[in-house]
Structure formats: structure tokens, C-alpha cells
Nanobody
Framework: QVLLVESGGGLVQAGGSLRLSCAAS????????MAWFRQAPGKEREFVAG????????LYSDSVKGRFTISRNNARNTVFLQMNSLKPEDTAVYYC???????????????WGQGTQVTVSS
């Protein structure tokens, strides 16, 4: 069982930055692939970024590539999402997710956080 708690969301102007954190419970955090998804009002939940258990492999959606960076600290059971050059279309609730395998589809993930709101004003 993994409990995930996100933090770091908020209101920011276009062009600004935010850093999201996801703190995980459990002693097996380092065995899980982690990902960030987001869901805007009226839209499907979409994959944003993913990272494997060791942090050696990362994957990004085309819409955030070059602007967002996912990283993890296994000693602190935490995964991060650094978001730079934010755009109004990045506005959404951002969710942290964990799975032993990972992937691009939300259905693959067994554990989810409660979400944190990110709002980017123009």
C-alpha cells in the first residue's frame, strides 16, 4: 500500500514557475515507477511525466517537454515536478501516481494522490 500526498500547487502568472512535490508513505517507494498526470475541467486525465524506480529514465508528454522536469529522491520518498515557462493551458489539477511498472495510461496506476490545483493566469 502506498499513500501519496501532493503539494506545491497554486496560482502563477504565465511564464512563471512552480514546483510540485509528492510525498509517499511506505518503505518500498524506490520499487515504484512514478508519474504525474493532470486533468483540466471537462477534459480527460492526461499523462504529463513519468520516472522509473531509479530515476535513470524519464518520459514527458509533448506538451510539456522542455518546460517540465520530473525527478525523485528515494531517500526522502518524494517525487517532484518542476514546471517552468507555465502557460494558461497548463491549468489543471495535477495528480501523482505510483505503479510497479508504470506507463502512459492512467489505468495502469494503482495508487493516486488527492491532487493539487495549478492555475496559470494570462
Amino acid at each position: 500500500q502506498v499513500l501519496l500526498v501532493e503539494s506545491g500547487g497554486g496560482l502563477v502568472q504565465a511564464g512563471g514557475s512552480l514546483r510540485l512535490s509528492c510525498a509517499a508513505s511506505g518503505r518500498t517507494f524506490s520499487s515504484y515507477a512514478m508519474a504525474w498526470f493532470r486533468q483540466a475541467p471537462g477534459k480527460e486525465r492526461e499523462f504529463v511525466a513519468g520516472i522509473n524506480w531509479s530515476g535513470s529514465t524519464t518520459l514527458y508528454s509533448d506538451s510539456v517537454k522542455g518546460r517540465f522536469t520530473i525527478s525523485r529522491n528515494n531517500a526522502r520518498n518524494t517525487v517532484f515536478l518542476q514546471m517552468n515557462s507555465l502557460k494558461p493551458e497548463d491549468t489543471a489539477v495535477y495528480y501523482c501516481a505510483a505503479d510497479t511498472v508504470g506507463g502512459l495510461e492512467s489505468a495502469l496506476y494503482d495508487y493516486w494522490g488527492q491532487g493539487t490545483q495549478v492555475t496559470v493566469s494570462s
